[in-house]
């Protein structure tokens, strides 16, 4: 006999019950001689759960065995209802989670362990700690396995999700490593900062917590290793410009292929963006190094240093260097300006070479109170930043605090670390006093009209001028490639990113393609990831033909 252990379970399954009593159906009546009958129909199902919900008795039976003398093993393959069935069992015999761990789904995630906030604001160690293994297989437990599976749909780069998921839940890491580089080499990365959109689709979220789909990526990560190897060498040469997400996933896909890959990386780092901004306490600098030596490892070519400008040519690249095709992952690192008056005094600086000072250099001067203007990823981490450098950090944002665009973890940590958000109000004037920041003018906002993307726009109050005190800004409001040095054939938008073919990610220019934040404008690793994937595969394509 199988049971439902508690009545806590019955809720959670009462509103998949036509699910399981299909998938149940389906794959029972494939297997005639299992020995396994039904006495149930979908309604009646879903009646014993809403009926059993709301009393602490078990579940009466919902599939019982035909008395046979023999063990009759369950049909179903691998997934949320397996188990071995004996006609001999007792009921109470299947009314313990421990015999049957899969059907008792808790509708909230396993909780991952972070340090304190008093103790991680003053260092840059890693703030979330990682699941063990056991915690790791508990959580991948929680998975439904959707025959239409909504998180798949919803993940920029289509990651076999659910595979993976039940390979954490098998023990078998190294299988999820294998299923999720297979697609995105950024494993150790995108397992830290991921927006995971794939959670916000998951169906175990209609009822509880949804899954915690991007710490099992981190788990797949930390427990797991797989080897990957490239094609037979076609003899073709790729130029790849930027190491960041999109120059290195390319270069990952395209070794595979047995191209030669070659990437030119301007600064002094490799990792793009993942280097230069993110902060340690959010990316480990080893984990990052992990993820970049695995795709060096395919006999990538890396030359740090080495910009394409006007004295290095793409043009150079095709020609004089022999390559067959060039892919351009150069990101964004021009600073956009507020535009306000003020903004070119001492104590003004923008968010990216702020993070990079620190993050590369090991220091940089900060001020006693800090106003970081924006509310984006590169923002927080801003914020955040000054926090463990000694200010007194805070957000300064147009809007309220659900669109900011970073995500809500990222937001909550920022508060428990003392960071303090200044909402709805606008900067209008930066207070200059013999040549430095001694404070930042502000209009407060009212919300009006909703824009064409559904956002109501912020309106100024008149007459709501007022001054916060600071002695340092930092400017995170957004920021464009830099095509200094890039040819005229390769338009551009009217934001400065590079213009394309939406479907094959090919540029203006002919044996040129480009992709991540240069095409796209400031967005999430996985983004870039996804715009990747098809301009590799439109130059492997060309170099066919």
Not at 511 to 538: E, S
Request: aromatic share 6%; net charge positive.
């Amino acid at each position: 006999m199988l049971c439902f252990a508690r009545a806590q379970s019955a809720t959670v399954f009462a509103r998949h019950g036509r699910y399981f009593s299909n998938r149940l159906t389906r794959a029972c009546s494939a297997v005639p001689t299992a020995g396994v009958g039904f006495g149930w129909h979908h309604q009646h199902l879903c009646a014993q759960f809403r009926t059993t919900a709301a009393s602490e008795t078990p579940l009466s039976c919902v599939l019982t065995h035909n008395s046979k003398p023999t063990p009759a093993a369950c049909p179903l393959p691998a997934g949320p209802v397996c188990a071995s069935l004996h006609p001999e069992e007792k009921p109470a015999d299947c009314l313990t989670a421990a015999r049957f761990p899969l059907l008792t789904l808790a509708t909230k995630r396993v909780p991952m362990k972070a340090r304190p906030a008093v103790e991680r604001a003053k260092d840059f160690k890693e703030v979330m700690l990682g699941y063990s293994k056991e915690e790791a297989a508990t959580e991948a437990s929680r998975c439904l396995h959707c025959p239409k599976p909504r998180c798949v749909e919803s993940c920029p780069c289509a990651i076999n999700i659910p595979e993976y998921i039940a390979a954490i839940k098998a023990g078998d890491f190294n299988k999820a490593f294998s299923i999720i580089t297979t697609t995105n080499p950024l494993i150790g990365s995108c397992g830290r900062v991921c927006p995971h959109y794939c959670e916000a689709s998951c169906v175990r979220g209609i009822s509880g917590e949804p899954l915690a789909i991007n710490w099992l990526k981190r788990a797949a990560s930390d427990y797991g290793d797989a080897k990957s190897l490239c094609a037979s060498a076609t003899g073709k040469k790729i130029a790849i410009v930027g190491s960041g997400p999109a120059g290195l996933v390319a270069a990952w896909h395209l070794s595979l292929a047995g191209h030669k890959c070659t990437i030119f990386e301007g600064k002094g780092v490799a990792g793009g963006m993942m280097a230069l901004c993110i902060p340690p306490y959010r990316l480990p600098r080893d984990v990052l190094a992990r993820d970049v030596d695995r795709i060096i490892s395919l006999g990538v070519e890396l030359k740090l240093n080495s910009p394409i400008n006007d004295r290095h040519t793409i043009d150079d690249l095709l020609t004089k260097d022999g390559f067959d095709a060039v892919f351009l992952g150069i990101g964004t690192l021009k600073a956009k300006k507020l535009g306000i008056e003020g903004e070119d005094a001492a104590g003004v600086q923008h968010v990216i070479p702020f993070l990079e000072s620190v993050n590369c250099g090991g220091s940089t001067s900060i001020g006693k109170k800090v106003a970081v203007v924006g509310a984006g990823y590169s923002a927080l981490d801003a914020v955040r930043v000054a926090k463990r450098l000694g200010a007194d950090s805070f957000i300064v944002y147009r809007r309220e605090r659900g669109r900011m665009s970073a995500s809500p973890e990222e937001v909550r940590e920022a508060e428990e670390e003392g960071v303090t958000m200044l909402l709805l109000v606008t900067p209008s004037k930066i207070v200059v006093k013999d040549g430095r920041v001694a404070g930042l003018e502000c209009i407060r906002q009212q919300l009006g009209a909703a824009d064409k993307y559904g956002r109501a726009v912020p309106r100024p109050i008149a007459g709501s001028n007022f001054v916060v005190d600071c002695d340092m800004v930092i400017q995170a409001i957004g920021q464009e490639p830099d095509t200094v040095g890039m040819p005229a054939e390769l338009k551009r938008t009217r934001w400065g990113t590079f213009e394309v073919d939406e479907q094959t990610m090919a540029t203006t220019k002919a044996k040129v393609w480009a992709a991540g934040d240069a095409v796209l404008g400031p967005k999430t690793i996985v983004d870039g990831v996804a715009a990747t994937l098809k301009a590799v595969n439109a130059i492997n394509a060309h170099l066919k033909q």
